[in-house]
């Protein structure tokens, strides 16, 4: 096979277009002189014309050489295949303007132009294989500065350091979860619970003994859970502006400010993710869900706790003795609600912990500082009160019950048991790999030890089981579901590291953290709305007996306090007895308890009014079917009314009887 000539056009890259057998050139072809025909140059004088020659082209790329630079005689059209090589420095004379195609004449004339202008480009030949890429090139190659100038990318997409915009997006998930915290608590509604009724009746009670020096219906610190001055002084104040909802509105404020405070010193111990995954969890518990619409101390005792715990995280890298400020704040707590005293040592162990990296063994004089002062204060208050024999009647000396462990560890199992297990998931997994960000930074990071990270899951999911504990070594279920909301507080940051392990790196499991927080809503939603039926709803039985009762009379009701808050402006605390205990002190001075002061009593006629429902069970149950028996065959008393009601229990029924 010939090699192709370098002398032919198409060899160099150049494409000649073909003509048909048989051509001839007319006069007003470039190429009619050179005698062309079929195909052929034919003219001897021109057999070595070569239109490069003068300019030294090298067809094989010598450096130097562009055959459409300016000046070259690559303007001029290739010569068809089959030319011989010319002599160098002989070119034809210019072609007549009679026999110039207006195109040719054209670029014969942009290729003349001095060197020192800018010649007009050649018409690119868009049928060259490369063409497309090549003006592309010549494009790009013309555009001296970019329009847009890229920044340097970091080694790590995201900042491990907080920032201003993560802040605000974490505290609006944040009030998300408080929305629908507030949400399911207001969500429910009944009247009064008999505690309720009872702490704003002495609230008023001791609003008035403060105000007007009004005598006390009797020493509520003798049998109190809680210092009678604190909050249901605080309480009573807020009922008498806006009633029984202002009373229970201030316990969601305290309980929305309680998980506020845990998202914080959880993102302070922690991250963010962490923070939410531990209010969102711990927002919809059954104890959170019902003591955010239930007019006790209880929300007050969580909420100081909640402060206590927060000033002890916050202060880990301030000075040793800045410790103090959570030490009031804790007493405090103790004073509202006495079983707070449970969880003073884990706030001192706490205040270790936590202050460990940064201060070394010196934070062990933080702990101690903290007790010492925490106990002093409650020492003190002991001293300057009376409320030491509320503390042995309902804490610490609190009589045994009947109730089994096991029947105690399924109920608290039932209202707390995913939350633990998710905190005790969140700190194996804390203690094996301490790495809470996200960022390839944090792996050259030296964070807190294996050690500490195991002493910090094992305090914080220990504080959980005191109350359980505590409780099933009493044998009574008493305010167990409040008990287990104050260990889920402790509990809930280690259940936040939880649900972000499920959850995984950049969200990977979405789902999983979804599933559960879905199945704690779920059952949140279901006993709390269970727990707010037990106590019937005692509207119509206000409305039947208020007609009944004057600031003279005497009466008798299974649940006394009801009564005796709702008909506060007719009525005495000091007129209404229950079934829970009774003196009577007869005509002739005898006293007589229990069961026979009762008989002794309505035997005389003493009560102008008796309110029975059937709902209590155990000594009290048999006591109030003791006083239902025995009024039936009285002379002294007639059946008022029967009020039938509904509860999470069933059904029931009001008896009301009057004196004849």
């Not at 004089?365 to 010492?372: F, I």
Request: glycine letters at 10%.
């Amino acid at each position: 096979m010939m090699e192709p000539s370098i002398n032919d056009p198409q060899a160099r890259g150049h494409r000649v277009p073909e003509q048909p057998a048989g051509y001839t050139p007319g006069h007003d072809d470039p190429y009619y002189d050179m005698g062309w025909t079929g195909g052929q140059v034919t003219g001897p004088e021109h057999q070595a014309f070569d239109p490069y020659g003068a300019q030294g082209y090298d067809p094989y790329g010598a450096p130097g050489t562009d055959p459409y630079a300016p000046g070259h005689a690559a303007a001029y059209p290739v010569p068809p295949t089959g030319l011989a090589a010319p002599a160098p420095g002989t070119y034809p004379a210019p072609y007549p303007a009679p026999h110039q195609e207006q195109p040719y004449a054209q670029h014969t004339a942009q290729a003349r132009v001095p060197e020192t202008q800018e010649p007009a480009p050649w018409p690119p030949d868009t049928d060259r294989p490369g063409a497309d890429a090549e003006a592309a090139d010549a494009e790009a190659a013309a555009d001296d500065e970019p329009g847009y100038h890229i920044p340097p990318t970091p080694d790590a997409g995201w900042d491990m350091a907080h920032s201003r915009r993560r802040g605000w997006v974490s505290r609006a998930v944040l009030l998300c979860v408080l929305a629908i915290q507030a949400v399911l608590s207001l969500r429910l509604g009944n009247t009064a619970f008999q505690d309720e009724a009872l702490y704003l009746r002495a609230g008023h009670s001791e609003l008035d003994h403060l105000l007007h020096g009004t005598e006390l219906p009797t020493d509520y610190d003798a049998f109190f859970s809680g210092s009678a001055v604190l909050h249901p002084v605080l309480a009573a104040l807020v009922d008498s502006a806006f009633g029984l909802a202002g009373a229970r509105a201030l316990s969601l404020a305290l309980m929305l400010g309680t998980t506020a405070l845990l998202y914080s010193f959880t993102r302070r111990m922690f991250n963010e993710r962490v923070a939410l995954g531990a209010a969102a969890l711990f927002a919809v518990t059954q104890s959170t869900i019902v003591l955010g619409n239930f007019a006790t101390y209880d929300a007050a005792a969580l909420f100081l706790l909640a402060l206590a715990a927060w000033i002890v995280v916050r202060t880990d890298r301030r000075p040793v003795a800045v410790v103090l400020l959570a030490a009031p704040v804790a007493a405090l707590a103790v004073g509202v609600k006495y079983a707070s005293g449970l969880y003073l040592p884990t706030l001192v162990v706490l205040a270790v912990l936590t202050a460990w990296p940064h201060h070394g063994r010196r934070s062990l004089w933080r702990g101690a500082l903290l007790a010492v002062a925490a106990a002093g204060i409650v020492g003190a208050g002991l001293l300057t009160t009376d409320v030491l024999s509320g503390i042995e009647t309902t804490t610490t000396g609190r009589e045994h019950g009947t109730e089994s462990a096991l029947a105690l560890l399924r109920r608290s199992l039932a209202w707390g048991g995913l939350l633990f297990a998710t905190a005790c998931l969140g700190a194996f997994s804390y203690a094996r790999r301490g790495r809470m960000n996200e960022s390839p930074r944090s792996l050259s990071l030296s964070g807190p030890g294996p050690r500490w990270r195991f002493l910090v899951g094992v305090l914080l999911c220990g504080t959980a089981v005191l109350a359980p504990a505590y409780q099933m070594y009493l044998g009574t279920g008493v305010s167990l579901f409040k008990h287990v909301g104050f260990g889920l507080l402790f509990a809930a940051p280690m259940a936040g590291i939880g649900v972000s392990r499920l959850v995984g790196a950049h969200f990977r499991y979405p789902q999983l953290g979804i599933l559960l927080w879905v199945v704690m809503l779920c059952a949140g939603l279901a006993q709390s709305t269970w727990r707010f039926g037990v106590w019937p709803d005692s509207t119509q039985l206000i409305r039947t007996i208020e007609p009944e009762v004057n600031a003279k009379g005497r009466y008798l009701s299974a649940t006394s306090e009801v009564p005796a808050y709702y008909l506060r402006e007719k009525t005495s605390a000091r007129q209404w007895f229950g079934t829970y205990s009774f003196d009577y002190k007869d005509a002739r001075g005898a006293v007589h308890t229990g069961r026979d002061g009762y008989k002794r009593a309505l035997d005389d006629g003493w009560f102008d009014l008796v309110v029975l429902d059937g709902v209590a069970t155990g000594a009290t149950g048999e006591t109030e079917a003791f006083i239902a028996e025995r009024l039936k065959g009285s002379a002294h008393y007639r059946l008022l009314a029967t009020i039938p009601f509904e509860h999470s229990g069933g059904t029931g029924i009001y008896r009301v009887w009057a004196k004849r």
